[in-house]
């Protein structure tokens, strides 16, 4: 059974864990924001540059070349800040799985050692129940192994994804 210290010790891991995630959050919100004001610049100086350039046009035809020389650029920067916005979000998972996983395992050692510690005080006859418990708990080890395994590999289909942005907006364009 858990004695108090491991009690104090477990609560004291979850609270560091708690803020750990808290910082991780943090400073994902803080790379947002500066990925906003970046593309809240870069839309401030091409608005101006456009402005500049379209109080230059006189001739209907100038102002269809300036409409069409927009499309690319601009599908160009949206597939950019869509990219740097998967890159935040991923990492931002990745460190939660990280934890996660790290969690899952230390719950699971701490399961057994419970388990253990259980069959050496069991009265006899009292072994099937035991073995019971541990099956289920490896059970359940193997469901969490293969719903990480599952997660991983869906992240990494994610990370395909841009590329395929990239190809996309590409055709478009041209």
């Known amino acids: 059974m858990l004695t108090p210290e491991q009690v104090a010790a477990t609560r004291k891991a979850n609270l560091d864990?708690?803020?750990g995630l808290g910082?991780?959050?943090v400073e994902s919100v803080e790379k947002l924001a500066e990925l906003n004001m970046q593309v809240t610049r870069s839309t401030l100086a091409d608005s101006f540059d456009l402005a500049q350039k379209a109080l230059s046009v006189k001739e209907p035809r100038d102002w269809l070349a300036l409409k069409d020389?927009?499309?690319a650029p601009t599908a160009e920067k949206v597939q950019s800040y869509n990219r740097q916005l998967f890159d935040i979000m991923l990492s931002t998972q990745t460190e939660f799985a990280k934890v996660a996983?790290?969690?899952c395992e230390a719950y699971v050692r701490q399961m057994q050692s419970v388990v253990e510690d259980?069959?050496?005080n069991v009265p006899a006859g009292s072994e099937a129940a035991v073995a019971a418990l541990d099956s289920a708990i490896k059970a359940a080890q193997t469901l969490v192994e293969t719903v990480q395994r599952t997660g991983q590999l869906s992240s990494t289909g994610r990370r395909l994804t841009p590329p395929l942005d990239r190809l996309t907006a590409s055709r478009c364009a041209g």
Do not use: C, D, G, P
């Open 17 to 19: 864990i708690l803020f």
């Open 23 to 25: 910082n991780q959050v």
């Open 69 to 71: 020389s927009l499309a």
């Open 101 to 103: 996983q790290t969690q």
């Open 118 to 120: 259980v069959a050496k």
